[in-house]
């Protein structure tokens, strides 16, 4: 199965690659593959626009927006189409940008389950947020007890 990694690129410190990086290795010690966005900057996008696109935010507005539409239709494929689920960070960060709310909103419309992370309490995250999550966890920790449950149960099936 598939995992596609949501939380912050955009605010955090580290773009999101630390916490992506440690659930990766679990993920793929329970045999599934995971897309971390984080780690494809390139996506669909040329040289230059990789090179250059943060900066169009602020002196180029029309061609940022081309870009970073390019970029919202590539992770929205993933989600969408190509994800099997969805492991979400919800962070301080998270509710500054608006791509893991958009991810979130499509993974809940197209019942694809969304294991939501909290590094924050419940009660400080949106409602929209909690309605589009499969599960909450408070730590790493709980999901991957959930996970390595549910890979018994997937184990005792076949």
């Given at each position: 199965?598939?995992?596609y990694?949501?939380?912050?690129?955009?605010?955090?410190?580290?773009?999101?690659?630390?916490w992506?990086?440690?659930?990766?290795?679990?993920?793929?010690?329970?045999?599934?593959e995971?897309?971390?966005?984080?780690?494809?900057?390139?996506?669909?996008?040329?040289?230059?626009?990789?090179r250059?696109?943060?900066?169009?935010?602020?002196?180029?507005?029309?061609r940022?927006?081309?870009?970073?539409?390019?970029?919202?239709?590539w992770d929205?494929?993933?989600?969408g189409r190509?994800?099997?689920?969805?492991?979400?960070?919800?962070?301080?960060?998270?509710?500054?940008?608006?791509?893991?709310?958009?991810?979130l909103?499509?993974?809940?419309?197209r019942?694809?389950?969304?294991?939501?992370?909290?590094?924050?309490?419940?009660?400080?995250?949106?409602?929209?947020?909690?309605?589009?999550a499969?599960?909450v966890?408070?730590?790493?920790?709980?999901?991957?007890?959930?996970?390595?449950?549910?890979?018994?149960?997937t184990a005792?099936?076949?």
């Open positions: 199965m598939l995992a990694l949501c939380g912050a690129i955009e605010y955090s410190p580290d773009h999101g690659k630390a992506r990086a440690e659930i990766t290795l679990f993920l793929r010690e329970q045999g599934h995971v897309y971390d966005p984080a780690l494809d900057e390139k996506k669909n996008l040329s040289d230059e626009e990789v250059d696109f943060r900066k169009w935010k602020a002196t180029d507005l029309a940022f927006q081309a870009t970073i539409r390019k970029i919202i239709d929205l494929e993933w989600v190509k994800s099997d689920f969805i492991v979400a960070y919800w962070d301080e960060y998270s509710g500054r940008g608006a791509g893991t709310q958009g991810e909103t499509l993974a809940y419309s019942g694809i389950p969304v294991y939501l992370v909290t590094a924050v309490p419940v009660a400080q995250i949106s409602g929209w947020i909690l309605g589009c499969t599960e966890f408070t730590s790493f920790e709980e999901l991957k007890h959930r996970l390595r449950a549910e890979q018994t149960l005792g099936r076949d």
